[in-house]
């Protein structure tokens, strides 16, 4: 037992990188080798959540046909917390609940309309998968643009409008092609800078989307599309703590709904919920909501003639907060949604908390927002699964955790723990992880590696080290485990297939590149 050594390490790191998501690897060692390195015949469990960002580093370990970059053959006794992806090769702790029928997709599919979703690769998960109700397949029907994100940059604070121009072109041309009678885009910009601490770089990110957006709705409007404007979630709006400490998290903002339909100037009710996008957008075009969707249509009155073609645009991350103090969509020249929203039909919806399927009071995120707006009725994310299994005991008999402690126990062998080191994620908790090293003490295993993610979002300056000293405090109280490794999310939970980046974590976790960090010398 080592104590308190990675989390001073941490703390030391933070003179060279101002970014916990950047951070370099760090692995510990006893002065001649890594200690703790991924080996054949071990067993590991990727506890993180959500899983867009997992699939990557999950194919590098556990698939023996990987050839993105060198990868040593190993028989690894796999688990996940839920499933990542379909046909990986892994033990599921938490899979999917069925299938989400009905959404928005699927009903314009079975309605005979054809539909196309433009946006970047950077959120083209969201636009596809949780939209569609965790389906990666299209619909009949169904078409997808993604235009390619820029790999000439390393943070988007070096380029703030992203790929949005391209986004643009190809919603123009869809908005004249009449094959496609919904049109969906989403423009990720306020999101993707909003985690990065650059208050001039998000201005730029939320004048560039105003912009845009005008554009595209002028266009639409000629067309004579109906057109919605919204967001999935909250960020930049509430930027500090109430301490004044920067947060680059998400919210538990309102976000805006603004609906643009010809001359009726339908009535909007208060008080609505992203779950009431799906049935105002059927309530819209004339097609039957599905008794499945118990979200309600937006629309009080007024909506007169179904439309013909409807244009949806998602702002991603964009909040709304009537306060402009530490409000950096309202510090920006936004005319576009100004006029909107005191010209347009518009009320706000709530796109956090249970609204979204997530525990009471915590922040939305694109996920849960992309998932609410397309499924029409609110499904209890995989957070709020877990908690229940951890309060009734049922976490301590998933056959997926015991399965791949069991085998690791009985050869002797190590149990690795891959994961964000968080609260607030929307990829996972340390709370989770301390739940499965109370199971893997159960088990009577004797080596436990545990290797941490760090990435501040929504979290306080530093966080990242006082959650490791958690787990070091953690592995004491249990007399088991050690934090062996600790690495930037920015490096271990890509989802645009920047193997550079994947192979650096690959390199820390099984052949223990990066500084070493010698217990007697911290």
């Given at each position: ?296 249509s937006l629309i009080e009155a007024g909506v007169g003639e179904p439309c013909h073609r ?213």
């Amino acid at each position: 037992m080592y104590g308190n050594v990675m989390s001073q390490a941490v703390r030391e790191a933070y003179k060279r990188v101002d970014d916990e998501e950047m951070m370099e690897p760090m692995v510990l060692s006893d002065g001649t080798r890594p200690r703790g390195r991924i080996d054949d015949g071990d067993s590991a469990i990727f506890y993180n959540i959500r899983g867009e960002r997992e699939i990557e580093l999950t194919e590098s370990l556990t698939d023996g046909t990987f050839d993105k970059f060198p990868v040593r053959p190993m028989d690894l006794s796999f688990a996940t917390m839920i499933q990542y992806r379909e046909g990986l090769n892994v033990r599921v702790a938490f899979p999917p609940e069925g299938t989400i029928s009905d959404t928005l997709s699927e009903c314009i599919s079975k309605a005979g309309k054809g539909q196309v979703k433009i946006t970047e690769m950077e959120k083209a998960v969201h636009l596809g998968y949780f939209l569609n109700g965790k389906k990666g397949d299209c619909f009949e029907g169904e078409e997808r643009i993604t235009v390619p994100t820029r790999k000439d940059v390393v943070l988007f604070d070096e380029a703030p409008q992203m790929s949005i121009d391209e986004i643009t072109a190809a919603v123009i041309e869809t908005i004249h092609d009449e094959r496609y009678e919904l049109v969906v885009t989403n423009y990720p910009n306020v999101d993707v800078l909003g985690h990065i601490e650059n208050p001039r770089a998000i201005n730029e990110a939320v004048e560039t989307v105003d912009r845009e957006t005008g554009v595209i709705i002028d266009e639409a409007l000629k067309e004579g599309m109906t057109v919605i404007v919204t967001a999935d979630h909250g960020t930049v709006e509430k930027w500090y703590y109430p301490d004044g400490v920067i947060d680059t998290g998400h919210t538990d903002s309102l976000v805006p709904f603004v609906l643009l339909h010809g001359a009726e100037n339908p009535r909007l009710r208060q008080g609505g919920e992203l779950t009431d996008i799906a049935p105002t957008i059927l309530h819209l075009m004339g097609i039957e909501k599905p008794a499945v969707m118990t979200g309600r249509s937006l629309i009080e009155a007024g909506v007169g003639e179904p439309c013909h073609r409807l244009l949806l645009v998602i702002l991603d991350g964009w909040g709304f907060s009537e306060k402009t103090e530490g409000n950096l969509i309202a510090h920006a020249r936004t005319p576009v949604m100004d006029r909107l929203m005191d010209t347009a039909p518009a009320t706000t919806l709530k796109a956090s908390g249970t609204a979204v399927g997530l525990p009471e009071g915590t922040v939305g995120n694109s996920e849960a927002g992309h998932l609410h707006i397309g499924a029409g009725r609110r499904i209890n994310s995989d957070s709020v699964r877990i908690q229940c299994a951890i309060e009734d005991g049922s976490f301590f008999e998933n056959d997926a955790f015991l399965h791949v402690m069991r085998r690791a126990r009985d050869r002797g062998a190590a149990l690795h723990l891959l994961g964000i080191v968080s609260f607030f994620s929307s990829h996972g908790s340390v709370d989770n992880l301390f739940r499965i090293m109370e199971l893997a003490k159960r088990e009577g295993l004797t080596d436990v590696c545990i290797h941490a993610m760090l990435g501040r979002r929504g979290e306080q300056p530093e966080s990242g080290a006082l959650y490791i000293e958690r787990i070091e405090q953690k592995c004491e109280e249990l007399e088991l485990g050690q934090v062996v490794s600790v690495i930037g999310r920015y490096w271990s939970m890509d989802r645009e297939e920047n193997w550079d980046r994947i192979e650096k974590t690959y390199r820390m976790l099984v052949h223990g590149e990066g500084t070493p960090v010698y217990p007697d010398r911290v």
